[in-house]
T-cell receptor, first 113, second 112 residues
Framework: DAGVIQSPRHEVTEMGQEVTLRCKPISGHDYLFWYRQTMMRGLELLIYFNNNVPIDDSGMPEDRFSAKMPNASFSTLKIQPSEPRDSAVYFC???????????FGPGTRLLVL | KQEVTQIPAALSVPEGENLVLNCSFTDSAIYNLQWFRQDPGKGLTSLLLIQSSQREQTSGRLNASLDKSSGRSTLYIAASQPGDSATYLCAVISAAGNKLTFGGGTRVLVKP
């Protein structure tokens, strides 16, 4: 298996623009997680899905952030409108079961100017 | 609310020395504890997972111990090598949920 795939790997955009991050989990994994990593706050869970259904979105910072999982092999995290403080590395991870080992993608490095 | 702390934030050792990385958590009601490695600009790689009922877990030169009652875990890396240079993060899953709570990580440099 190719592992968790994320795209794009790098994104530079201007404040106010819409940003869409994409993730393909490992085939057969029922859980998908979105994280954000910054120097100040470390790794934070934003939202996670079980069988394509959002279970806990309490980590989503505000309404500008939304996430979807239309099918078992694809998820998106959208920021609209983007702000400079959204600059971070966004990771997607998947696991076979919710409490077991999570496999992380390479991350998307986002810079909002 | 669960809080996970890793001290020190950075560590530098000469090659061949054993590494000892510490992790503490405030709520002992955990399901499991996981250790990850992160290389610069890369994602996280799972190293070891210890279930709450276990005291330790081993993989090659890596050994992780868990003392749930005192809220501590230690990752030992024997005979360190320059390739072990990376950031090591620990994370816990609470007994009641599926969410990983991460520590801030320890950045390790192994000097040749």
């Amino acid at each position: 298996d190719a592992g968790v795939i994320q795209s794009p790997r790098h994104e530079v955009t201007e404040m106010g623009q819409e940003v869409t991050l994409r993730c393909k989990p490992i085939s057969g994994h029922d859980y998908l997680f979105w994280y954000r990593q910054t120097m100040m706050r470390g790794l934070e869970l934003l939202i996670y899905f079980n069988n394509n259904v959002p279970i806990d979105d309490s980590g989503m910072p505000e309404d500008r952030f939304s996430a979807k999982m239309p099918n078992a092999s694809f998820s998106t995290l959208k920021i609209q409108p983007s702000e400079p403080r959204d600059s971070a590395v966004y990771f997607c991870a998947s696991s076979l079961r919710g409490r077991e080992t999570q496999y992380f993608g390479p991350g998307t490095r986002l810079l909002v100017l | 609310k669960q809080e996970v702390t890793q001290i020190p934030a950075a560590l530098s050792v000469p090659e061949g020395e054993n590494l000892v990385l510490n992790c503490s958590f405030t709520d002992s009601a955990i399901y499991n504890l996981q250790w990850f490695r992160q290389d610069p600009g890369k994602g996280l790689t799972s190293l070891l997972l210890i279930q709450s009922s276990q005291r330790e877990q081993t993989s090659g030169r890596l050994n992780a111990s868990l003392d749930k009652s005192s809220g501590r875990s230690t990752l030992y890396i024997a005979a360190s090598q320059p390739g072990d240079s990376a950031t090591y993060l620990c994370a816990v899953i609470s007994a009641a949920g599926n969410k990983l709570t991460f520590g801030g990580g320890t950045r390790v440099l192994v000097k040749p």
